[in-house]
């Protein structure tokens, strides 16, 4: 079992940068797979970014390629997602997830654990 919170998000000015932080807890966070995923109002949660549990492999989402990036720190057994050149498209809640294994997971399905998430708004 996996509890996850995020943490970091706000409001901020388009062109700006935020760091969302996710702190898991569990001895075995450095065996989960994690990805970051964001729903705004009337859409579909989507697919931001996915790190495998050993950092070795990360994956973007089109959108924020070039943008955003994915790290973890299994010391302390947290995710990170650095955000800068924000958009007002960027606009969501942003939330973290775990699995257990190896892979990069890409599918909202593939994660059996979730954060509640964290607003993130970005003003033009």
């Known amino acids: 079992q996996v509890q996850l919170v995020e943490s970091g998000g706000g409001l901020v000015q388009a062109g700006g940068s935020l760091r969302l932080s996710c702190a898991a807890s569990?001895?075995?966070?450095?065996?989960?797979?994690m990805g970051w995923f964001r729903q705004a109002p009337g859409k579909e949660r989507e697919f931001v970014a996915a790190?495998?549990?050993?950092?070795?492999?990360?994956y973007y989402a089109d959108s924020v390629k070039g943008r955003f990036t994915i790290s973890r720190d299994n010391a302390k057994n947290t995710v990170y997602l650095q955000m800068v050149r924000l958009k007002p498209e960027d606009t969501a809640v942003y939330y973290c997830?775990?699995?257990?294994?190896?892979?990069?997971?890409?599918?909202?399905?593939?994660?059996?654990?979730w954060g509640q998430g964290t607003q993130v708004t970005v003003s033009s």
């Open positions: 790190i495998t549990y050993s950092s070795g492999s990360t």
């Open positions: 569990g001895r075995t966070f450095s065996s989960y797979g």
């Open positions: 997830a775990a699995d257990p294994g190896f892979r990069l997971l890409l599918s909202p399905q593939d994660y059996h654990y």
